[in-house]
């Protein structure tokens, strides 16, 4: 999109990820889209304190998903899948169907 209606193009990779993925982590979010990791933090930090995401400490990782008491959350998760829709199939296919689940183990490559 050339322009966002989530403040910048950082902040709306940011919610299209955590849309797709379920949650996600600033170094995961920074390195799909090659972007520093201290942008993505600076806009999860900003998301957060919005109350449109939350934090849970996982490990070392912090973990965000998009915050379930949020008043228009259904809205919010529409608004971020209808946007998902829209992405051409290279954008989709490289940045929001990586594989998330780990492989068997002695399985080949």
């Given at each position: 999109m050339s322009f966002s209606i989530y403040g910048n193009n950082v902040a709306e990779k940011t919610l299209l990820y955590i849309a797709n993925?379920?949650?996600g982590h600033i170094n995961g979010i920074a390195k799909t889209?090659?972007?520093a990791p201290s942008?993505?933090?600076?806009q999860v930090n900003r998301l957060e304190e919005a109350?449109?995401?939350v934090s849970t400490t996982r490990g070392n990782a912090r973990m965000f998903t998009i915050n379930p008491?949020?008043?228009y959350?259904?809205?919010l998760a529409a608004l971020l899948e209808k946007q998902l829709n829209l992405l051409s199939k290279e954008e989709l296919q490289k940045f929001y169907r990586k594989r998330m689940?780990?492989?068997r183990?002695?399985?080949k490559l």
């Open positions: 993925y379920g949650e889209f090659e972007i942008q993505v933090e600076k109350g449109i995401l008491r949020l008043g959350k259904v809205e689940r780990p492989r183990k002695g399985k």
